[in-house]
């Protein structure tokens, strides 16, 4: 009788360790060094917007070198998470563009690198080719990066015109009650 508790034991703590592979871990598409930036520039939305741009980058190009290596499974899972922090990183850049636009917060010097930038990922992303590893990761990346780049776009034209009406509240962080 005392077998039985023993093999139950048994059998549940191997089935506890086959789930464990199954179990994602969520990425961080930032480093430690690169939160704590976006986290210091917190109150400066130029700056913060500005440090999106530049790890957007960052990521764009390592995914552009990634798409001229040969093929092979390493490269293919590679290519995949980077996809998905490219993705993820333009998400929530453009949840920031969504918070400054209701505060009319003063961004339009961020927003125009942030423009042309975001045309020259879709670029990358558009000549990568597909494989089934990581085509469902580039979808993904090339709808957000069609978002962000409509969404920087829009918002420039708007907080243009907003700013030539308001020209007494050019350069703010916030819109302030009068």
């Known amino acids: 009788m ?6 139950a034991a048994l059998f549940l703590g191997l089935s506890v360790v086959a789930l464990l592979p199954a179990q994602k871990v969520k990425r961080e598409p930032l480093t430690e060094d690169q939160i704590d930036k976006i986290a210091e520039a917190g109150g400066d939305p130029v700056v913060r917007v500005s440090l999106y741009t530049r790890y957007l980058n960052e990521h764009a190009d390592v995914i552009k070198g990634l ?4 093929k092979s499974p390493a490269r293919s899972r590679r290519l995949d998470d980077e996809l998905q922090d490219f993705t993820a990183l333009m998400d929530e850049l453009g949840s920031n563009l969504d918070t400054y636009s ?22 990358i992303l558009r000549a990568l ?21 409509g969404q920087a776009q829009r918002l420039l034209s708007e907080q243009t015109s907003y700013f030539n009406l308001h ?3 050019r ?3 916030r819109a302030e009650p009068k």
């Open 67 to 70: 798409g001229k290596r040969a």
């Open 167 to 169: 020209k007494d509240e």
């Open 129 to 149: 080719a597909g494989e089934p590893a990581f085509d469902l990761a580039r979808k993904e990346a090339i709808e957000s990066g069609e978002d962000l780049a």
């Open 102 to 123: 209701e505060r009319h917060a003063d961004i339009r010097k961020s927003l125009k690198p942030l423009t042309e930038d975001s045309q020259r990922w879709l670029v």
């Open 171 to 173: 350069g703010q962080d």
């Open 2 to 7: 005392r077998i039985l508790p023993t093999a």
